[in-house]
């Protein structure tokens, strides 16, 4: 079992710049490729970014792209979101996710372990 914490949401103007960090309880944390999405009201939730166990392997969403970069420590157990540059449409409650696959995926559903959730907001 994987349990999973996210922090670092916030309030923040167009242009300005958060870190988001998602913090792992459990033994194997550090064998499961872990991946960033977010919900805004009335949407799906969709990927952001994902990493694998050994942080060889990124992956980004075209719209988050060169703005938002994806890390992990996994001696401290911690995967983080720098998120750069950020717009009013990045607004969403962001959430990570782990999964036993070593190589990460776009899809929701392959991700077996959520933490609750951070909101981040962007005002224009």
């Known amino acids: 079992q994987v349990q999973l914490v996210e922090s670092g949401g916030g309030l923040v103007q167009a242009g300005g710049s958060l870190r988001l960090s998602c913090a792992a309880s459990g033994r194997t944390f550090g064998t499961y490729a872990v991946g960033w999405f977010r919900q805004a009201p009335g949407k799906e939730r969709e990927f952001v970014a994902a990493?694998?166990?050994?942080?060889?392997?990124?992956g980004y969403a075209d719209s988050v792209k060169g703005r938002f970069t994806i890390s992990r420590n996994n001696a401290g157990n911690t995967v983080y979101l720098q998120m750069d540059s950020l717009k009013p449409e990045d607004t969403a409650v962001y959430y990570c996710?782990?999964?036993?696959?070593?190589?990460?995926?776009?899809?929701?559903?392959?991700?077996?372990?959520w933490g609750q959730g951070t909101q981040v907001t962007v005002s224009s």
């Open positions: 990493i694998s166990w050994n942080s060889i392997t990124t």
């Open positions: 996710a782990a999964d036993p696959n070593i190589f990460p995926t776009r899809i929701v559903s392959d991700y077996d372990f």
